[in-house]
């Protein structure tokens, strides 16, 4: 019997049926914003715990995780990991906060050198 890989069971299995219910795929890409992926499954999305298979992506909010598991892995190794979830999604959206603060910080800062520059 061919076993099916767990990446196999993404594209021809998980895909097709994200596609059919109105989701873009795309590749996570560190230098976008969650704000930029809309209506997106956003494929191999870090976590504190790894990255995640798919993170669905609406209005800059991840509204849920899609894990591809092949076809013959049991329901508990799936379960173990489904438990972590919730735990991964927290961790990423607080860093994703913490580094938007760091960001305005930062450009509080520029914003007063340029100005100090501009009174010289």
Do not use: H
């Not at 099916?4 to 993404?10: G, I, V």
């Not at 989701?23 to 999305?45: G, H, M, S």
């Not at 520029?110 to 100090?116: A, D, E, L, P, Y």
């Amino acid at each position: 019997m061919e076993t099916e890989s767990e990446k196999q069971t993404r594209r021809q299995r998980i895909d097709p049926k994200l596609i059919k219910a109105g989701w873009t795929i795309a590749p996570f890409d560190a230098n976008r914003p969650l704000a930029w992926y809309q209506n997106t499954a956003i494929v191999e999305y870090p976590t504190s715990t790894g990255p995640a298979d798919y993170a669905l992506c609406v209005d800059g909010q991840i509204l849920g995780i899609v894990e591809a598991k092949k076809v013959t892995l049991g329901p508990q190794n799936v379960l173990t990991q489904a438990g972590r979830v919730p735990k991964k999604l927290f961790i990423k959206k607080r860093s994703d906060k913490i580094q938007k603060r760091k960001n305005k910080n930062q450009e509080k800062e520029n914003g007063n050198n340029t100005s100090k520059m501009s009174k010289l």
